[in-house]
C-alpha cells in the first residue's frame, strides 16, 4: 500500500520558518517526482515547488520563489520543503505528492498519483 505522509507543520508568526517533512513508502522512491501543494480555504490547490528523481531539477511557484526551498533524500524516501519569511498568505493545508513522471524536468503541471493528507500551515500576522 502506497502511503505518502506530511508533518511539520503548525503555527507560525510572520516572517518565520518552518520545515515540512513528507515520507514516502509502498513505492520506488528514486523513480517518482515529488512535488508540494497547498490549498487555501474556497481557493484551488497550486503546485508550490516540484522536484525530479534526484533533485536535479526543481520548480517553484513564482510566490514562493526565494523564500522556499525544496529538497529530497532518496535514501530515507523523503521529502523536505523548508520555508523561510513566511507570510500570512502562505496559510493553507499544505500536501505532499507523488507522481510516476517521464521527464527529466520538474514541474507542478504533471499528473501526481499519490497525495498525503495534508499538513496545516497557518501564518499569523
Known amino acids: 500500500q502506497v502511503q505518502v505522509v506530511e508533518s511539520g507543520g503548525g503555527l507560525v508568526q510572520a516572517g518565520g520558518s518552518l520545515r515540512l517533512s513528507c515520507t514516502a513508502s509502498g513505492l520506488i522512491f528514486d523513480d517518482y517526482h515529488m512535488g508540494w501543494f497547498r490549498q487555501a480555504p474556497g481557493k484551488e490547490r497550486e503546485g508550490i515547488a516540484c522536484?525530479?528523481?534526484?533533485?536535479?531539477?526543481?520548480y517553484y511557484t513564482d510566490s514562493v520563489k526565494g523564500r522556499f526551498t525544496i529538497s529530497r533524500d532518496n535514501a530515507k524516501n523523503e521529502l523536505y520543503l523548508e520555508m523561510n519569511s513566511l507570510k500570512p498568505e502562505d496559510t493553507a493545508m499544505y500536501y505532499c505528492?507523488?507522481?510516476?513522471?517521464?521527464?527529466?524536468?520538474?514541474?507542478?503541471?504533471?499528473?501526481?498519483?499519490?497525495w498525503g493528507q495534508g499538513t496545516q500551515v497557518t501564518v499569523s500576522s
Open positions: 522536484i525530479s528523481w534526484r533533485g536535479d531539477s526543481t
Open positions: 505528492a507523488a507522481g510516476n513522471i517521464e521527464n527529466m524536468r520538474a514541474s507542478c503541471n504533471y499528473h501526481y498519483t499519490y
